[in-house]
C-alpha cells in the first residue's frame, strides 16, 4: 500500500479536525510559517497543504489576514439532532441508565431546558460576587499563587456556622470542610463510613445524581418510599431496619427533598435521627435547598436533632448562589479527622478566591436581602409554570406544590411513558428529566421532573403548550 505524500497526510490531519469540530468555521488556520514550524516542513509542503484544503473547499485565504476555515457548499447540511437509541453499555459502573439519558441530551440542541434545577443565571447575583473576586485580586497579589488549606478559608467556615445557628444547628467551624458542591461532600461522607458492598439506604425517588455516585463506589442500595408531604416513609425505614440487611448509611434531603420538593416535619426528624442512632445507621444530610424554603424562619436541620454524633450534615452554595463556583461544604463529625484526610487525598483544598468573594458577600445584611427576593421570585415563577402544566398537559395529570424551590415533580396518566416523552421533547429541543432515572425500580415510568429556574417567558409558554400536544398525541 503506498504511502499518501507529506502534504496529504498533513491535509487529512486537518480535514479530521475540521470535521470533528475541533477546527470550526470561521477559525484560523495556523499561518504558513506557523505550520512550517509545528510541523517541522519546508515552505512547498505548507503551501501545498492549504491548496489541498482550498480544493476540498475547506479553506478561505483573507487577504492581509491568514487562512480560515469555511463551511464547503457542496457540504450535506447536518441532519436535525435526534434523541439517540440510549445505549448504556458504555457506562458500566456509574448507573448506565441516568449516564445515558444525559448523554443524549448532550447530543440534542437544546432550545428550552426544563431538566435543570438550578435558576436562571440572571437571578445570582453575578456582579456583586464579580465585583468582590476584583478587590479580593487587588489586595492580595499573590493569591492565585498560594495553596488552600484542605479544609478552606476559615473566614467561609466561620460564617456558615454562624449561619447554621439560625435553623439551631450548632457545626464548629474548624470541623468544616469545604468541598467542591454537595456531590463531593456526599462523596466524602460514604467513603467515610462505608466500603464496597455495604447497602446504604436512599429516599425512593431521589436525585440520580445520587444513584450515580453510589454505584460508582460499588455500594448496594436500598429505596424507602417517600411522598411529597412529608418525605421519607420512616415505618418503610423502620421495617428495613429492622430486616436481615444491615444498612449501614441512610441519604436524606429533609428539607425540598429532590424530586419531590417535600419538607420532613420536625416530629419525623426527631425520629429519623433517633431510629437511625438505635440501629447504628449513619445519618448523611444533604441540605443543599434549605434557604430556598418559602419561610422567614429557617427550618431545622436533622443535625439539630444529633445527640450521639450520628449525623454527617452535607450543604452547598450551588443552587442559591453561584453555580459556577461549585462551592459546598460538609461538617462530619467524629467522622471529620477522615474526611479531611480523604478530601486531601482526592482533591486538596479547593479554589480560594471564590471563597473569600462569597465570604465577603454573606457577612452582610445584603445576603439575606438576595435570599427573600429570590425566594419570593421562585414561588411566582412555581405557580405559574404549575398553572401551565394544568392546562396544557393530558387530563389526569397532577403537579406537586413545593413550599420552595425550583422544582415540580409531575404526575402524567399512566398510559403515558416518560422516557418516550424525554425522546419525543427532544427531537424539538426541549429537555425535561424522565422520572425512570429517578429510582432503580421501574415505580416512575409515568413521571416527570420540571425545573422552574427560568422567569416565565413566552418562549417558555411555548415550549409547555408543545409537550403538552406531545403528550395528547402518544394518549
Not at 439506604?201 to 418510599?225: C, D, H, K, M, W
Not at 411529597?228 to 436481615?244: C, E, R, Y
Not at 429519623?272 to 424554603?293: F, M, P, Q, R, S
Not at 415510568?445 to 416565565?456: E, K, L, M, N, T
Request: hydrophobic content about 40%; proline content about 6%.
Amino acid at each position: 500500500m503506498n504511502t499518501p505524500p507529506l502534504y496529504r497526510q498533513l491535509a487529512n490531519h486537518y480535514l479530521d479536525a475540521i470535521r470533528s469540530g475541533t477546527l470550526k468555521t470561521g477559525e484560523r488556520l495556523p499561518s504558513i510559517r506557523l505550520m512550517m514550524e509545528k510541523h517541522a516542513v519546508s515552505l512547498s509542503t505548507a503551501v501545498q497543504v492549504c491548496r489541498e484544503l482550498e480544493d476540498y473547499g475547506v479553506l478561505e485565504a483573507r487577504p492581509r489576514s491568514g487562512n480560515y476555515i469555511r463551511q464547503p457548499d457542496s457540504a450535506p447540511k447536518p441532519a436535525p439532532a435526534l434523541a439517540p437509541a440510549l445505549d448504556t453499555s458504555l457506562y458500566a459502573g456509574i448507573h448506565e441508565q441516568v449516564c445515558a439519558v444525559l448523554k443524549a441530551s448532550q447530543h440534542s440542541t437544546i432550545k428550552v431546558n426544563f431538566a435543570s434545577a438550578y435558576c436562571a443565571p440572571e437571578l445570582y447575583p453575578l456582579k456583586t460576587l464579580q465585583d468582590n473576586m476584583i478587590k479580593t485580586m487587588r489586595s492580595d497579589a499573590y493569591l492565585l499563587g498560594a495553596a488552600g488549606s484542605t479544609c478552606g478559608n476559615g473566614a467561609l467556615r466561620n460564617i456558615l456556622a454562624r449561619r447554621a445557628l439560625a435553623s439551631k444547628t450548632h457545626l464548629a467551624p474548624e470541623r468544616i470542610v469545604i468541598t467542591n458542591g454537595a456531590t463531593e461532600a456526599i462523596n466524602l461522607a460514604l467513603r467515610a463510613v462505608t466500603r464496597p458492598g455495604d447497602t446504604v439506604a436512599v429516599e425512593s425517588p431521589t436525585f440520580y445524581g445520587l444513584l450515580q455516585i453510589l454505584e460508582s463506589l460499588n455500594l448496594r442500595v436500598l429505596e424507602v418510599p417517600a411522598s411529597a408531604h412529608t418525605g421519607l416513609n420512616l415505618a418503610a425505614l423502620q421495617l428495613l431496619l429492622q430486616g436481615p440487611e444491615r444498612i449501614k448509611a441512610l441519604i436524606v434531603v429533609p428539607n425540598l427533598q429532590n424530586p419531590l420538593g417535600s419538607i420532613m416535619p420536625d416530629a419525623n426528624k426527631a425520629r429519623l435521627v433517633k431510629l437511625c442512632a438505635e440501629h447504628n445507621t449513619v445519618l448523611i444530610e444533604d441540605d443543599t435547598y434549605g434557604d430556598l424554603v418559602d419561610s422567614e424562619q429557617p427550618l431545622s436541620t436533622l443535625k439539630h436533632w444529633d445527640r450521639t454524633d450520628n449525623v454527617i450534615y452535607c450543604a452547598s452554595l450551588n443552587k442559591t448562589l453561584a453555580p459556577g463556583m461549585r462551592l459546598g461544604w460538609i461538617s462530619a463529625g467524629k467522622w471529620h479527622d477522615r474526611v479531611e484526610m480523604l478530601k486531601h487525598t482526592q482533591s486538596r483544598g479547593c479554589e480560594v478566591l471564590s471563597q473569600l468573594a462569597v465570604s465577603e458577600f454573606m457577612r452582610t445584611p445584603s445576603y439575606e436581602r438576595y435570599l427573600r427576593r429570590l425566594r419570593k421570585t421562585l414561588t411566582v415563577q412555581r405557580e405559574q409554570m404549575s398553572t401551565a402544566i394544568s392546562r396544557y398537559f393530558p387530563i389526569g395529570t397532577s403537579v406537586t406544590h413545593p413550599q420552595g424551590g425550583t422544582l415540580l415533580w409531575v404526575e402524567l396518566p399512566r398510559r403515558h411513558s416518560s422516557m418516550v416523552f424525554f425522546q419525543e421533547a427532544l427531537k424539538v429541543g426541549i429537555q425535561i428529566s424522565p422520572g425512570d432515572i429517578f429510582s432503580n425500580a421501574n415505580r416512575f415510568d409515568h413521571f416527570v421532573r420540571i425545573g422552574c429556574g427560568a422567569p416565565y417567558s413566552p418562549r417558555i409558554d411555548e415550549a409547555l403548550q408543545t409537550l403538552g400536544r406531545i403528550l395528547k398525541n402518544q394518549g
